[in-house]
């Protein structure tokens, strides 16, 4: 066991901490710190600029033009990135989509697809929950019927997260009624500029509309938009959503999140001290840190694992439990 | 011991859920006006008829359970410590009640100083100050009267968490008259804090109602959610803290006249056990809920909302929990 960096790894740090500096706008920086909205041109525009670099899909192969990043390499982007407070990578087209298509697309479509979303030609939204489909997600209704060359595809997706910029969705949808539920699903590529898709937002009780309702009226998709084969979706959800939680400890966001925290403590005053120097607030405060000390790690072991081919299973739901109630701590 | 309303509290309890359950909106502060539920919170000697920590906690448990957004508790406390200073309020009169200060964590007189019978610095957070026609101000020791429209005062408005109009209060050698010392004021300020565990308790126990009825209705894996015996027991959870909130109000009404430092200890222990619950029923029954727990359409939303704000009025549960522990008064 070695917990230090290598030389190599410490001279990658330092290439993205140059590059961080030179091309993050510290006005976008200070909108991401604050969690202000960003506008869809501010998260193509610092996407751009990381394809640039061919940064854009650290966790991509490079044959597929990605930058083929060890797991330590992209915890180091990650972290990096999240305490300069750049912009969140947009995980639809590269973290979700980009894996699937990769290990599950034909070569027609990884020639086609990949491509387009390292160059932002596409923004792809997720087509999972349904109404009464959510943790259940296995009993979703969303039916495509085959028609000749194409899928007749009719019903709802739900929180549907910045559908409202997306011209793609990857969606899960019912090709098989009868038997189990998990055996009639497909995975679709649908575009959401075709006749008979609506989309809507849905206001959150903090006021934004972040995720929408998307509706499908005898929508007719190519019948080449599918994955792999028909009703074998399920398998490729999954491993779609493995990948999706390998990085939803958020550990680099929490740090910043923690040095946001610190940097506040500092500011405010409490019984004529800085609340940092209060010994409850200071003891609560290590506690924190504490458990993100622990949490980094669990998500380095993880992703680690996941490099060494070792599929990234319960492990990642665990990634999401201990984030959610970390971040509960946090919120105080 | 008798845990029962009196004739006239239960009298008092039945028609304001009356009017609750036929108005609401712009609506309602007449219906509550015309009603004499302003009376009900102020003693013989203040003008009004009651005054009592029964009939305190049930008037704002009832529209915290409404969902009833008002800015009674600063003319409330207004009201009363004007009479109590022997300067009786105007007929009609709305008073805005001026207590956080900016970056002080609730420690009073650090954000604003007095020179003379002139005032200067900031108070924040401040509800119903746009429409009120007197302010009552708190500083280190004292409690001073600021006319609406006294010279050097600036109002800076916006909306609160909780759906109420909020101000940051600017005080520039502002012109103010000195109500007496802090202290001598205790008991008033003590039912503004009652009012306010009241309202999250009435809040906190129609969110667990709302988070029951959905787990009973709502559907997954062919079964309602609350046969998921992880779920009931957070459910079960949930509801031992609306008893024991229940119980925190119950004492600190109970003992709301009695000597300053046994009630001090019952609003101390009243303030940590509602901040607490409040905090924990606003992340657990989102949780429980799903995503529809985020939505401003469904009621929840805005429970919510309420809930993280309730914490925060005249001190949030750190802040009492760290005076119970010194053993010091509540006001001073």
């Known amino acids: 066991m070695d917990m230090s960096f290598t030389a190599e790894e410490t001279a990658f740090r330092d290439d993205i901490r140059a590059f961080l500096k030179a091309e993050l706008d510290p006005a976008l920086a200070r909108k991401v710190r604050l969690h202000h909205d960003l506008t869809k041109a501010e998260m193509e525009g610092w996407h751009a600029k990381l394809q640039s670099k061919d940064w854009l899909a650290g966790n991509w192969p490079t044959e597929f033009g990605g930058a083929g990043w060890t797991a330590i390499q992209r915890h180091i982007f990650e972290e990096e990135s999240a305490r300069a407070h750049a912009p969140r990578i947009v995980p639809f087209g590269i973290a979700m989509l980009g894996p699937v298509l990769q290990k599950f697309g034909s070569k027609e479509q990884q020639d086609y697809w990949l491509p387009r979303i390292l160059n932002g030609d596409d923004w792809w939204c997720q087509g999972y929950s349904e109404p009464g489909a959510g943790s259940d997600l296995a009993s979703l209704r969303c039916e495509a019927v085959r028609d000749g060359d194409d899928y007749v595809v009719n019903g709802q997706k739900t929180w549907t997260t910045l559908g409202q910029h997306a011209n793609m969705i990857f969606c899960l949808v019912r090709t098989n009624a009868t038997g189990k539920k998990q055996e009639g699903i497909s995975f679709l590529l649908i575009d959401m500029t075709t006749p008979g898709v609506s989309v809507r937002p849905i206001v959150l009780l903090d006021g934004t509309a ?53 940097r506040v403590a500092k500011a405010q005053r409490h019984r004529g001290q800085p609340l940092s120097d209060d010994p409850l607030f200071a003891t609560e405060m290590a506690s924190v840190e504490i458990e993100l000390m622990a949490m980094s790690t669990t998500n380095l072991r993880m992703l680690s694992a996941a490099a060494q081919g070792q599929a990234p299973g319960i492990e990642s739901s665990m990634l999401k439990i201990k984030a959610r109630r970390s971040a509960s701590v946090w919120m105080r | ?109 650090v954000a604003i100083t007095v020179d003379g019978d002139r005032v200067t610095g900031r108070k924040t957070m401040v509800a119903g100050a746009e429409g009120a026609t007197a302010i009552v101000v708190t500083t280190a020791d004292a409690l001073w009267l600021v006319a609406a429209d006294a010279a050097g005062l600036t109002v800076r408005p916006y909306p609160l968490m909780d759906d109420q109009r909020g101000a940051d209060l600017i005080f520039d050698g502002t012109p103010a008259t000195r109500l007496g010392r802090l202290t001598d004021f205790d008991a008033v300020l003590a039912r503004g804090v009652l009012a306010h565990a009241a309202y ?101 939303g805005g429970m919510i909302r309420r809930l993280l704000a309730a914490d925060t009025a005249m001190g949030d549960a750190d802040y009492h929990l760290e005076r119970f522990a010194r053993g010091e008064p509540a006001f001073a």
């Open chain 2, 200 to 300: 999250a308790l009435g809040t906190l126990s129609a969110a667990v109602d709302l988070t029951m009825d959905y787990l009973r209705t709502r559907k997954q894996f062919g079964q309602p959610l609350i046969a998921f015996q992880a779920l009931a027991h957070r459910a079960a959870d949930l509801s031992v803290e609306v008893e024991q909130a229940r119980s925190a109000v119950t004492n600190f009404a109970g003992h709301l006249d009695a000597d300053a430092p046994l009630r001090d200890r019952h609003l101390q222990a009243c303030k940590v056990t509602l901040g607490r619950a409040a905090r924990l029923v606003a992340e657990e029954s989102v949780q429980l809920h799903g995503g529809i727990g985020m939505t401003e359409e469904y009621a929840l």
């Open chain 1, 210 to 262: 972040e995720v929408n309702e998307v509706w499908f009226d005898n929508v007719r998709v190519p019948a080449a938009n599918l994955v792999g084969t028909e009703n074998d979706g399920w398998t490729y959800a999954k491993y779609l959503l493995t990948h999706e939680r390998t990085n939803i400890a958020g550990v680099g966001f929490a740090t910043a999140a923690l040095d946001n925290l610190k």
């Open chain 2, 1 to 109: 011991m008798d845990f029962q309303l009196s004739d006239d509290h239960r009298m008092l309890q039945d028609s304001l859920r009356g009017i609750l359950t036929r108005h609401s909106g712009e609506a309602l502060m007449p219906a509550l006006a015309e009603a004499g539920v302003p009376q009900a919170l102020l003693t013989e000697a203040e003008g009004g008829f009651d005054g009592s920590g029964a009939a305190v906690a049930l008037i704002f448990e009832a529209l915290g359970r409404a969902g009833a957004s008002l800015p009674l508790i600063g003319t409330m406390i207004g009201v009363a410590a004007l009479a109590q200073a022997g300067q009786p309020a105007d007929d009609g009169a709305t008073i805005a009640f001026a207590d956080a200060e900016p970056g002080t964590r609730y420690d009073r007189g």
